[in-house]
C-alpha cells in the first residue's frame, strides 16, 4: 500500500506528476486544488468560500480544507492507496492529517518533495493553461496539445488561463506558500517520511525518480 504526500511549490509538477503515478500504481489522486476549482465551477457553497482566497493566491482556512480531505479519505473507493497533491500546506493541516488518517487507518507512508527553483516556477505557470471542459494541464512552451487546439483528453477546443496563474497573484501565491515549505519539510523529515526529487528535469526524469522512490513496482 503506497499512501503517498506530494510536497512542492506551485508549479512544481505535482499535477503533472500524480498523472504518471496514477497510470502506473494507480493510486487515488487527491488534490484540494483541483477539488476546490470543481467546487467553484459548480459555484457550491465551498467553491464560493474558496474562491475568495484563491482567486488572491492565499489559502483557504485549515478547517475547510482538511473537512474536505477527511470526507474524500472516507470514501471506500481508495483501494490502492492515495497520493495527496496539495494538502498539508500548513503544520495545523499537517497535524489534521495525522488524526484523520490514524482514524481512518490510512496513514502516509512516503513524502515526496519537489525540489524547483522560483525562477522556473514563475516560468511555467505563466507559460500554462487548461482545458475548460476536463480540467487537462497544458504548456506553451513544454506541452502543447498533440493536435492544434483540441485537448487530448477530452477533444474540448475551450481553453482558459488560470485565474491564480495571472502574474499579480502569482507573486503572492509563492510568497505564501514559500513560508511553509521548510517547516512543512521539517515535520517530514522528522518522522523520516521524506525524500527529495529534483523537479527541473523533463517530466520523464522526474517520474524515473519518484518511481525508484515508491519501489519501481513493474
Ligand atoms: P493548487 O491547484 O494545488 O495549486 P498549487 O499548489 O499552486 O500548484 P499548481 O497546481 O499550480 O502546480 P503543480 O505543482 O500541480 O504543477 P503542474 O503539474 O500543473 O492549489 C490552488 C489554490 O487552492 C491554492 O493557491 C490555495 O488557495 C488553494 N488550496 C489548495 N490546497 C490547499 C490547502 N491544502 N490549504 C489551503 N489552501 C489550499 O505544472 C505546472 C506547469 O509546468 C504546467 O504547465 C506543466 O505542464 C509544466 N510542467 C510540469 N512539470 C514539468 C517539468 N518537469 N518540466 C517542464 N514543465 C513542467
Ligand atoms: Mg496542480
Ligand atoms: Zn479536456
Partial sequence: MINLFLLGLPGAGKGTVSEQIVDKYHLTHISTGDMFREAMANETKVGLEAKSYI???????????????????????????????GFPRTIVQAEALETITKRLNKPLTKVISLEVNEKILINRL????????????????????????????????????????????????????????TPLKDYYQANG????????????????NVDAVLGNKQ
Avoid at 474536505?68 to 495527496?84: A, H, M, N, P, T
Avoid at 493553461?129 to 475551450?158: E, V, W
Fill in 55 to 85: 482567486d488572491k493566491g492565499d489559502l483557504v482556512p485549515d478547517e475547510v480544507t482538511a473537512k474536505l480531505v477527511e470526507e474524500r479519505l472516507s470514501q471506500s473507493d481508495i483501494k490502492e492507496g492515495y497520493i495527496l497533491d
Fill in 126 to 181: 505563466s507559460a500554462r493553461f487548461m482545458c475548460k471542459q476536463c480540467g487537462a494541464t497544458y504548456n506553451k512552451i513544454t506541452k502543447m496539445p498533440k493536435l492544434k487546439d483540441t485537448c487530448d483528453r477530452c477533444g474540448s477546443h475551450d481553453f482558459y488561463q488560470r485565474e491564480d496563474d495571472k502574474p499579480e497573484v502569482v507573486k503572492n501565491r509563492l510568497e505564501v506558500n514559500e513560508k511553509m515549505n
Fill in 193 to 208: 517520511l521524506l525524500t527529495s526529487v529534483n523537479g527541473e528535469q523533463t517530466p520523464e526524469k522526474v517520474f524515473e
